[in-house]
């Protein structure tokens, strides 16, 4: 690997391809290539066996996904699972095909059976059934996992999966049906916040109104009570980094904090970020999802690399970048 290695970023423009990107370069990496979903469709067969040949990179790092909350996984079931499969496999396949020295598969730890003990190793995959929500994208998911290990065992090229917890961070999607819970909840509570209001009844007192009103109230999805793990996507640019510099002994890496917290407590820590004063209104009517799905993170620091910032850090970094780009933030509609 050296800074003129010919790079293929599939996703570039993503939340996570673009942060990759982002590290790569501040590395010295300098033949990069990214092509975005206009240009070449990963769902077409006969486009990626072109691109393939004609561009012959000398490693992969799959970023491109269908990707979405648990309310777009839901309800976009065959979307997540055939589109993923039409991505991943044409990816997998004509890196392989090309002879592609070096592949990164992005999976995500909804792979992993829904009440899998806890935190969750990479040798509980394919040992209990999914969680309901998301099984169409972890199938998917769970067939990249098995095609690169494949190649591993049958051609013994270096061609590894890393699982990634829920990520968030600058490039997110903030579109409130199809996004995460971390971006929606940062919008959430910054649109309910109360503008100044400036009125011939109200005078503003510095920013804020004085009429002692609390902010707008917040409706937020399912209980509170599940808990999720959160990774800042640019530690998990730095792990793909690293993978990509290092040879694994093995094929499958859980890569996260090692740390979860309640989506109550979430909600609680991203309103006091934001500054939202105003009542929490839970619908009940929305799923819940699994109730943990904490990673064991031990695998990737015996290989040598641990996550760096903090979800406090994280979420201050992440609420700048949206404040930044309010114009422009990326909704991915579905
Ligand atoms: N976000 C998370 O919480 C999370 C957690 C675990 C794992 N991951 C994994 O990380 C990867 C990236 O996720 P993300 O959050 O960065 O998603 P994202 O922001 O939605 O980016 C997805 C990228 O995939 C590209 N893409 C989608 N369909 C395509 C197609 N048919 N042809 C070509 N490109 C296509 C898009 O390209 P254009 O922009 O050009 O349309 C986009 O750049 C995925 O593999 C995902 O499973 C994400
Ligand atoms: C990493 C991703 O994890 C995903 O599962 P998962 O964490 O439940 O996906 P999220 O959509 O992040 O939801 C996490 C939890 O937050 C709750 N939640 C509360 N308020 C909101 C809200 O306004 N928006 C959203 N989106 N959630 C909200 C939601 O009900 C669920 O219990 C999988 O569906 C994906 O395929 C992927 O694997």
Redesign the pocket.
């Known amino acids: 690997m050296n800074s003129n290695t010919k790079i293929y970023i599939a996703g570039h423009r993503g939340m996570v391809g673009s942060a990759i990107w982002r590290a790569l370069e501040a590395k010295g990496y300098s033949n990069l290539i990214g092509k975005t979903s206009a240009e070449l469709d990963l769902r077409s067969q006969e486009a990626v066996a072109d691109f393939f040949f004609t561009e012959k990179p000398d490693v992969v790092i799959d970023a491109a996904a269908r990707?979405?909350?648990?309310?777009?996984?839901n309800n976009y079931p065959y979307q997540?699972l055939m589109e993923n499969m039409q991505i991943q496999n044409n990816l997998i396949d004509y890196s392989l095909k090309a002879d592609v020295q070096k592949f990164i598969f992005l999976g995500?730890?909804?792979i992993y059976p829904k009440m899998a003990p806890q935190p969750l190793k990479e040798e509980y995959l394919l040992t209990g059934p999914l969680e309901t929500?998301?099984e169409w994208?972890?199938i998917a998911k769970i067939t990249g996992v098995k095609a690169c290990e494949a190649i591993r065992k049958q051609f013994g090229k270096d061609y590894i999966s890393l699982m990634p917890?829920?990520?968030y961070g600058p490039h997110d999607n903030f579109d409130?049906t199809s996004?995460?819970?971390?971006p929606?909840?940062i919008r959430?509570f910054h649109e309910a916040k109360q503008l100044p209001v400036v009125s011939d009844q109200l005078s503003v007192v510095g920013d804020k109104k004085n009429d002692f009103s609390e902010d707008l109230p917040v409706t937020?999805?399912?209980s509170?009570t599940?808990m999720?793990e959160f990774l800042f996507v640019e530690d998990l640019a730095d792990a793909v980094v690293f993978a990509l510099e290092n040879k694994f002994q093995d094929n499958l890496y859980n890569v996260g904090t090692g740390i979860d917290l309640t989506?109550k407590e979430l909600?609680e820590l991203i309103q006091k970020t934001v500054g939202h004063t105003g009542e929490i209104v839970w619908d009940s009517s929305?799923?819940?999802?699994?109730p943990r799905?904490l990673m064991d993170v031990s695998k990737m620091e015996q290989a040598g690399w641990k996550a760096k910032v903090g979800l406090v850090e994280g979420i201050q970094r992440t609420y700048q970048w949206f404040l930044e780009n309010q114009e422009s933030f990326k909704e991915v509609k579905i």
Do not use: E, Q
Not at 286 to 290: E, M, Y
């Open positions: 990707v979405g909350g648990i309310l777009a996984n997540f995500s730890s909804c929500t998301n994208y972890a917890t829920n990520l409130l996004s995460h819970v971390l929606a909840m959430k937020l999805w399912g509170g599940p999720r989506i909600a929305k799923p819940d999802g699994t799905k």
